[in-house]
């Protein structure tokens, strides 16, 4: 079994700080489904697929990804996630069309699958058991600081360069941050445990398991909700720059700063909620959550300045922010130990409701405007509070 260091080198806390920074690649999905639809003259139904690309991975491979963690290690995984990371990045920048960016977005949400499967793992071996949980919430919010700056590179290089790279400064940028991370985690000295219990379990073995877990109707409920959040997530990031370009007649360039507002607001509730957990029950600030999620869904329905629209913008994000650790936490802890791993495996399959719900808001917002995404996104908050209930009463 390996040793974990007794104390974090500084070195390795910036490895981690770039790894973790990698792993916002994945919020691009939203500002750069909206630059290329301006761009090149798409339908909302057209520009969905972008983020579908990126999501339906999380069905294939969830379980294939974390079976292969386990054959190659987890330092190879993380690597080979950040390289491909890197590379979809790289496409754009040399062809620029459509079938070049849903490629670019497939090598996205692979990459992706690829780390949420194996860099949790991997930072658990290479922090001391003391700094674990304090690095991890650090690492949180370097991904979050990604997903707060894509909007704002691409907003700024859609401005200075009108007809030329455009919105595609973004690409360079945090392409250069992925090599770094990828160095630095090449050179970091890494002694991983033996897999090799593991080494013997085929991935037909890991779906049958999956798949049995479903036949809990707690874990059946909790995959839905699960899936239902992230398509709301995912879908909010997508959609909140269109509602203010519909709405206020705004262009893209300063629309998609609404991205940055939803992800500011998610940001600042990470850092409060550890507080606020301390205070109120997790099912009561669930339902906190799930109201202020509602008001800000409200807000964007009817809602004509950009004020209220950025107000529910943030409600939503403040309030979305927490549902999925809020109801895996909840949920994970009724589920058998032994069955612990499955369940967090079915778990990351559910985020293929990035995938599904943007799909059908794309096509309800080329039939009835934005509101019909907003629809979509409410169909989903509607199970949720479903879920809430249903918890309530067990």
């Known amino acids: 079994m390996a040793k974990k260091p007794s104390k974090l080198a ?22 750069v489904s909206n630059m290329v639809q301006q761009d090149l003259g798409q339908t909302h139904t057209q520009a969905s697929l972008m983020p579908s690309m990126v999501f339906i991975w999380f069905l294939i491979l969830s379980v294939p990804a974390g079976l292969l963690t386990n054959r190659i290690g987890r330092r190879k995984m993380v690597l080979g996630s950040i390289f491909l990371s890197v590379l979809a990045l790289v496409l754009p920048l040399l062809g620029y069309s459509y079938p070049v960016i849903l490629l670019a977005m497939m090598l996205v949400g692979i990459g992706h699958v690829a780390l949420q499967v194996s860099l949790k793992p991997l930072v658990s071996t290479m922090v001391p058991g003391d700094d674990l949980a304090g690095i ?9 600081i ?8 691409a907003s700024l290089g859609a401005i200075w360069f009108a007809g030329g790279i455009g919105w595609r400064l973004l690409l360079p940028v945090f392409m250069v941050i992925g090599c770094l991370a990828f160095a630095s985690l090449s050179l970091s000295k890494v002694h991983e445990p033996s897999m090799e219990d593991n080494q013997n379990l085929g991935v037909k073995e890991g779906f049958q398991d999956c798949l049995k877990l479903l036949g809990s109707s707690l874990v059946l409920l909790t995959f839905v909700a699960i899936l239902c959040h992230v398509g709301v997530n995912v879908g ?27 992800f500011l607001s998610r940001t ?17 600030y669930l339902t906190v959550c799930l109201s202020l999620m509602t008001l800000g869904l409200l807000a964007m329905a009817f809602g004509r300045n950009a004020v209220l629209l950025y107000s529910g913008i943030c409600l939503v994000g403040f309030g979305g922010v927490n549902i999925y650790p809020l109801i895996f936490s909840n949920a994970i802890l009724k589920v ?22 943007p799909t059908l808001m794309g096509v309800a917002g080329d039939r009835f405007g934005q509101i019909g995404s907003v629809a979509m996104m409410a169909v989903g908050l509607a199970y949720l509070w479903f879920y809430s209930r249903s918890e309530a009463r067990n």
Do not use: H, W
């Not at 500084?10 to 500002?31: A, R």
């Open 10 to 31: 500084p070195g390795m806390l910036v490895t981690l700080v770039l790894c973790y920074f990698t792993e916002g690649f994945v919020d691009i999905v939203g500002v």
């Open 136 to 144: 991890m919430s650090f690492g949180q919010f370097t991904k979050a």
């Open 146 to 153: 990604a997903s707060l700056t894509a909007p704002i590179i």
């Open 236 to 262: 909010m990031n997508i959609s909140s720059p269109k509602i203010l370009m519909e709405r206020c007649d705004l262009p893209l360039e300063k629309a998609a700063l609404a991205s940055t507002a939803y």
């Open 268 to 284: 600042v509730s990470s850092f409060c909620t550890p507080f606020i957990l301390r205070l109120v029950p997790g099912r009561k």
């Open 336 to 357: 058998e130990d032994k069955k612990r791993n499955v369940f967090s495996s079915l778990m990351a399959m559910a985020f293929i409701g990035g995938a599904v719900f």
